[in-house]
């Protein structure tokens, strides 16, 4: 795995790994988060999902949120990896690490760094379901584009 | 200009990537030619990068530039 912060990857995220890359002494605290890939979505039952990214403005993406994070909570040390290709259900798609000196900030930089990716980083997901598949077209999972 | 398409409206189009000698124009201006040219059902909520950046519909695209249609995205 590399030492970049910000990751997009196409075999298992190493999330020990990940959380290497923000340990550092004057971290009290590290939070991770981990999305995996969820079976049952309102009654429909996914066979497995595949992910597809634009890699270079991902990555770009991602180095912003992390200067968004800086910004907002000072001396955080933010780590991304999203996985592309085909997942498997409980399969990790995406993990982030984010340390701090006390807990709090490590905890709620954590959580925007989640909220952002589904807002702005280019990755989208196609569901495979029992009956048919769909890219998912936005992150209420209420608008699907059809093939 | 090189344009990269993902998600539905790479296998609407059935490619990745086009290579078009355009004349520099607004995003706006862009996406109408586009969707007059090729048959893809609707880019109403699809935003447009420039080299690897979000472009507004003002913003201009250059001949050499690569361009990205951007449906809403679905990370994480």
Known sequence: MSNDLFTIVEQPIAINELIDKVTRPEAGAITTFIGTVREWTKGKRTVFLQYQAYVPMAIKMFEQIGKEIDEIWPNTKVAISHRIGRLEISDVAVAIAVSSPHREAAYQANQYAIERIKQMVPIWKKEHWENGETWIGDQLEQISYQK | ?76
Do not use: C, R
């Not at chain 2, 699809?46 to 449906?71: G, H, R, S």
């Open chain 2, 1 to 76: 200009m090189k344009v990269l398409l993902f998600a539905h409206l790479q296998e609407q189009l059935g490619v990745s990537e086009l290579e078009l000698n355009w004349e520099s124009q607004t995003v706006e201006s862009f996406k109408k030619s586009f969707q007059h040219t090729y048959p893809i059902a609707q880019l109403d909520n699809v935003m447009v990068a420039i080299n690897e950046a979000f472009a507004l519909e003002q913003d201009l695209i250059q001949k050499d530039d690569t361009v990205a249609f951007i449906p809403p995205v679905s990370g994480g």
